[in-house]
């Protein structure tokens, strides 16, 4: 029913026109421009926007509250602003129904003069099930109407760090990267499952992050497809124990299926572990394995907890990769996750982080 309703709301807002809230009125035109490298942003609201390094900046996806004053400033940038898409895959089995929501999510981006959709569809789906036909209709459906009524605006999907049915998500991958503009590739959360010793480990190894594409490119996947997703947060586990080698062992927190995963840990910024870091009791480790950074440090109740994180370091090994293997480009979760005060160190901090993303692209290109 709720879906009928929305497609008589999007049928009325489409008749309507609205006002450009931009002091220049080409703002409100959607972004025609092709970037030949992305930068795709996740923005959760706020206006930390502000201090964003726009030299780099092609895409925003708005996880937050929409921001007209937003839009107007990633247009003057050449950036798009695309919406967040996300629907019970159950309710999108008819295609009528799919049909309702594509219209209503295009009339939105039209009203608020928007320039895309970003498809973060993140539910478990069984292999040839109704639900797993629906998405990959869903993702090529709502690329034709996009693309149809908003020229030049641009339709990506959020897929799990690894196409081997993480979480449950067995999708047709292949068919979905060829039914819209780009794929964005979480590489994080890497430990929502974990199958062998219930132990903090990094967020999103190197090596293992790196053979996940390697296995997206060999199902025939464009790597001009693939953007590469890193995590501007780390994971805090409590340790149970801390052995001599400094392995930290972990409450056995299940999740689907697997008998341990990071729900034992709390996701914390990039700009918390860094004030942190600095009172820790380990100062900066860094992991030769998994070629990550971590730190030991005690809590006021005199518990130990470990932290694993990314820092320039480990991203710009990652984002090396982006460059030799042409991939679409690299972004993050989220851009809001630094700290953009007035600091000079801070400042000095969250400037490392964006070159991070680009410095080995670069000089690829040189």
């Not at 799919?98 to 981006?109: C, F, G, M, P, S």
């Not at 590489?187 to 190894?205: F, H, K, L, R």
Request: charged share 20%; net charge negative.
């Amino acid at each position: 029913m709720w879906l009928f309703v929305a497609f008589l709301g999007a049928l009325s807002a489409s008749g309507s026109s609205a006002v450009c809230p931009c002091e220049q009125e080409e703002l409100c035109q959607p972004v025609q421009h092709q970037h030949e490298f992305e930068v795709f942003v996740f923005d959760v609201g706020g206006k930390a926007w502000k201090f964003y390094d726009w030299s780099h900046v092609t895409t925003i996806a708005t996880f937050g509250k929409y921001d007209a004053e937003l839009m107007c400033y990633a247009h003057s940038k050449g950036a798009r602003l695309v919406l967040k898409g996300d629907v019970p895959l159950s309710d999108i089995v008819d295609a009528a129904n799919r049909t309702a929501w594509i219209t209503e999510k295009v009339n939105l981006a039209k009203s608020q003069f928007m320039d895309g959709i970003n498809l973060d569809i993140e539910q478990s789906v069984e292999e040839l099930s109704p639900e797993y036909y629906a998405l990959t209709a869903l993702v090529r459906e709502t690329t034709e109407m996009f693309h149809r009524e908003i020229p030049g605006s641009q339709v990506s999907f959020d897929v799990a760090w690894s196409p081997k049915c993480i979480d449950g998500r067995c999708y047709d991958y292949k068919a979905i990267a060829d039914s819209c503009d780009l794929v964005f590739v979480m590489s994080y959360d890497e430990q929502s499952q974990v199958w062998g010793d219930c132990i903090a480990m990094a967020n999103a190894p190197v090596n293992q992050t790196l053979a996940a594409y390697d296995q997206y490119i060999g199902m025939n996947i464009e790597s001009k497809k693939l953007v590469m997703g890193v995590p501007w947060y780390g994971y805090d586990y409590p340790c149970l124990n801390l052995s001599q080698e400094g392995v930290c062992t972990i409450l056995k927190v299940s999740f689907r299926g697997a008998p341990c995963s990071d729900a034992a840990g709390k996701q914390i910024p990039y700009r918390t572990i860094m004030k942190q870091i600095n009172s820790s009791m380990s100062g900066r480790l860094w992991d030769e394995i998994q070629l990550a950074p971590y730190y030991n440090y005690k809590d006021g109740e005199g518990n130990i907890h470990q932290v694993w994180y990314d820092d320039p370091e480990s991203i710009s090994l990652k984002a090396a990769y982006v460059g030799q293997r042409s991939l679409r480009g690299i972004g993050m979760w989220n851009g809001d996750l630094l700290d953009y005060t007035d600091d000079p160190v801070a400042r000095q901090q969250s400037a490392e982080m964006w070159n991070a993303l680009i410095q080995k692209h670069s000089d690829c290109l040189l």
